[in-house]
């Protein structure tokens, strides 16, 4: 069955620092992928997706992730996390007509 | 672009009582989805429709939980009877094909 894994549920980082969130999925194609952050209170707001083409994909705030098809991976990274990042992170995955979340990653940022 | 909005925000009502929650999804868009979030179990597809047909109420709890899309700009989850396991967020969220979802900022409901 397709999956979706966030391995790690909270991760803690301090401002400054590089980040690097894990999102691993199970499926025999290629998905199309996406990150979503969740602010308290708010609802979940697109970071950047991979359809096809590069396989590294820029979105919003500084946030890059790349997309590893023999990993079956598409990990979420910032080269410096800023206090107003900490948030709870989903990974999403679409194949036909098939969605699937992941359990997400909750980010504390430490000044 | 308004994008998706919901109502009411938050809703406090007893147990028993039937709850009915509002979506307006993005104008062009032909995916709605209404998801709930809680700690314990995270972020939950309850139900999706296409072009205002259900395609997938697999995860939809039980018989006491109902959704509608009359029209393209309009959609209903309703709960009857209602019970304290229901609280939640109840996230609503919309597409055009397959580009990303674009979600509410969510009903709050709480059940005494």
């Known amino acids: 069955a397709q999956s979706v894994t966030q391995p790690d549920i909270h991760i803690t980082v301090s401002e400054g620092a590089s980040l690097e969130l894990r999102c691993n999925y199970s499926?025999?194609?290629?998905?199309?992928l996406f990150w979503y952050v969740q602010s308290p209170g708010q609802g979940l707001q697109l970071l950047l997706k991979?359809?096809?083409?590069?396989?590294l994909v820029q979105g919003i705030k500084g946030f890059e992730a790349e997309f590893k098809r023999s990993q079956s991976s598409f990990n979420l990274r910032k080269p410096s996390v800023h206090w107003s990042d900490a948030a709870e992170y989903f990974c999403?995955?679409?194949?036909?007509?098939?969605?699937?979340f992941g359990t997400g990653t909750s980010l504390t940022v430490i000044p | 672009d308004a994008g998706v909005i919901q109502s009411p925000r938050h809703e406090v009502t007893e147990m028993g009582q039937e709850v009915t929650l509002r979506c307006k999804p993005i104008?062009?868009?032909?995916?709605l989805f209404w998801y709930r979030q809680t700690m314990m179990r995270g972020l939950e597809l309850l139900i999706y429709?296409?072009?205002?047909?259900?395609?997938?109420d697999s995860g939809m709890p039980e018989d006491r939980f109902s959704a509608k899309m009359p029209n393209a700009s309009f959609s209903t989850l309703k709960i009857q009877p209602s019970e304290p396991r229901d609280s939640a967020v109840y996230f609503c969220?919309?597409?055009?094909?397959?580009?990303?979802?674009?979600f509410g900022d969510g009903t709050r409901l709480s059940i005494l």
């Open positions: 999403a995955v679409v194949t036909g007509n098939q969605f699937y």
């Open positions: 499926y025999g194609a290629t998905p199309y």
């Open positions: 991979y359809f096809s083409g590069d396989t």
């Open positions: 104008s062009g868009h032909d995916y």
């Open positions: 429709f296409n072009n205002n047909v259900p395609i997938d």
């Open positions: 969220a919309s597409a055009q094909e397959l580009q990303p979802q674009h």
